[in-house]
């Protein structure tokens, strides 16, 4: 190897050059500087009238708490934990009531999802149901496109973790589809052959999906939590319904409007059926565990759906099924042991959950959904609606993950929209709806978002412009045909 020759010394007299102190900077010290600024300030700040002595210092903590998560100086539970702490060890929140997230029944909704959405990987269901739509729907790329978005439909309601959903099944499907058709991360004309067509679409179906069912992201139900916080009940079959109409005029619309504005070059794919009854006819035929696997599933929506009927709680029915796959061995102990998503899951949501509460218990919500709903008084309720609707949309650019937002905001806007007037349970599934819809905004907006990201295949400068026109079309779908289908069904 050729060694770049050294340059020559400089004189004595001479003092070397002193980079400027922001080298010095380490990130790790700015991601943790920041989080710890936001907590100690909220120590600092006087406390408003009608708020308890404590509720100033436990936003900070709150807040501080969340932009550790935004920024990641450590990794997301660590800094839950972190959190946690300074709360008790403050006396900003007794060890009972920091503690009280991990007893909430919605968390364990949760956990109690990401296990079963395990059983889909562990079997190979889902990539057998995917196959299917590849070989039936697979002759074109827009064909492909939809094969997708119905398995990313029909494994949503039992899959929390939209971020499995997307990197665990759908994304090695269109992965292998793409070097069938030769499509790479590089060059651009490779990737644009079908690569970048398939995975940008399916982060905008995705996030249609998520926004369909309670249990199709892990932030869900927390909204639902936050809401019944505020005297609003919404359950799993009501969300369902509510959002069925402009869900699936969404994953019909999406895939044909990614085929106009980011069309791929490849617009015929003849292999992939073929490629697909090939891996169907290697995997042979269902296996006992995927019949099991499937039956749970059914018998799970089922009983979700009818759950309010029936006076049996969505949590009972989750792990229900949890029992089942691990009565018949289709999940093992280890499977629910080495989940770390489900647990990291747990721990984080514990903290925050028991963070909000005692900012509702405070009197830290009411009062900053009322100087949220300031900024709108005197509209009337529903300009004052669209508005509030529009800016939480749109705040998410300042968000790296659609659960962070949900916790940090959801309560404030909605308290802020029924203050304006808006009908409760309308205003409490619009926001819940919108907690989704913003998460393919940007390259780093959701989990989803992250995994397509990494792959090479879409360019940051695509992000933001794609990204931006297929909100406006969600805006429109969710606003014209989800409001007139929530009027027909009495919401508002």
Known sequence: MTQTPAPAAEPISTPPPVPPPHKHVSPLLWKAGIPILLAVSGFLLPTPDGIDPHGMAMLGIFVGTIAGLILQPLPTGSVALIGLAVAMITRTQEPADALAGFSNSTIWLIVAAFFIAEGFLVTGLGERIALHFVARLGRTSLGLSYGMALTDLVLAPATPSNTARAGGVIYPIIASLSKLENSRPEPDESRKRLGAFLLLTSLQVNVVTSAMFVTAMAGNPLA????????VDISWARWAIAASVPGIASIVAVPWVMSKIYPPTVKTTPEAPKHARE?????GSTSRPEKIMAATFGGLLVLWCAGSQLGINATSVAFAGVAVLLVTKVLTWKNLVTDTGAWQTLVFFAVLVGMASQLQAYGVIGWVGDKVSGGVAGLPWLLAFAILTVVYFYAHYLFASNTAQIVAMYAVFLAAALAAGAPPLFAALVLGFIGN?????A????GPAGVIFGSGFVKTSEWFRIGFI????????????????MKLLGIW
Do not use: K, N, P, Q
């Open 437 to 441: 819809l913003f998460g393919g905004l």
């Open 279 to 283: 891996r169907l006819a290697a995997s």
């Open 470 to 485: 297929m909100s406006v079309v969600l805006i429109a779908i969710w606003t014209v045909i989800g409001g007139a289908w």
């Open 443 to 446: 390259h780093y907006s959701s």
């Open 224 to 231: 639902v939590a936050a809401a019944a916080e505020l005297g």
